[in-house]
T-cell receptor, first 114, second 113 residues
Framework: DVKVTQSSRYLVKRTGEKVFLECVQDMDHENMFWYRQDPGLGLRLIYFSYDVKMKEKGDIPEGYSVSREKKERFSLILESASTNQTSMYLCASRTPGTGDNEQFFGPGTRLTVL | DQQVKQNSPSLSVQEGRISILNCDYT??????FLWYKKYPAEGPTFLISISSIKDKNEDGRFTVFLNKSAKHLSLHIVPSQPGDSAVYFCAASGRNTGNQFYFGTGTSLTVIP
């Protein structure tokens, strides 16, 4: 059974804090993704990684950074959390290839920044 | 700039009837389209996909139709069941998007028993 896990389901942080969101997959997938989901805006890509130590900006990378030191782990970092980063964060992974290779998603982390 | 759009934020359907969820896209280079289903407090799960070389793909109660000339796809669920109540996202990828998928804003489906 394929599995993508995220370190926290719910997280509350204060403005200005550094926040780490961790994602681990056990499917040996090369590609990993971080999205945020907001009402009326759907899923928007923050960053993705083709492979270890590789990263690409998505549509909304501002205020975020990522780290991929091991194949199974992809971390999203909020350098200085702000209230507009309150959102649902979703991690996904997939095998590269044709476009119908589905992404497998984790359960999400609901982050609230006060 | 939203390349994939779902113009209906919500849809209510009686149990046993057909649910039709719609999706429009602007990028003619998209060649794969996927539908995901999301329950509250869970991550999206893959439902069905279609390649641009096809105009229909069927999997049990779920059928996706693709109209390339109109840049439109739809998901049909027949018959609808209460367990189908969820948010549905369409997604697209293409030769010029690398490994990136573009998601729509989602349609919340409620199937009324």
């Amino acid at each position: 059974d394929v599995k993508v896990t995220q370190s926290s389901r719910y997280l509350v942080k204060r403005t200005g804090e550094k926040v780490f969101l961790e994602c681990v997959q056990d499917m040996d997938h090369e590609n990993m993704f971080w999205y945020r989901q907001d009402p009326g805006l759907g899923l928007r890509l923050i960053y993705f990684s083709y492979d270890v130590k590789m990263k690409e900006k998505g549509d909304i990378p501002e205020g975020y950074s990522v780290s991929r030191e091991k194949k199974e782990r992809f971390s999203l970092i909020l350098e200085s959390a702000s209230t507009n980063q309150t959102s649902m964060y979703l991690c996904a992974s997939r095998t590269p290839g044709t476009g119908d290779n589905e992404q497998f998603f984790g359960p999400g982390t609901r982050l609230t920044v006060l | 700039d939203q390349q994939v759009k779902q113009n209906s934020p919500s849809l209510s359907v009686q149990e046993g009837r057909i649910s039709i969820l719609n999706c429009d896209y602007t990028n003619s280079m998209f060649d794969y389209f996927l539908w995901y289903k999301k329950y509250p407090a869970e991550g999206p799960t893959f439902l069905i996909s279609i390649s641009s070389i096809k105009d229909k793909n069927e999997d049990g109660r779920f059928t996706v139709f693709l109209n390339k000339s109109a840049k439109h796809l739809s998901l049909h669920i027949v018959p609808s069941q209460p367990g189908d109540s969820a948010v549905y996202f369409c997604a697209a990828s293409g030769r010029n998007t690398g490994n990136q998928f573009y998601f729509g804003t989602g349609t919340s489906l409620t199937v009324i028993p």
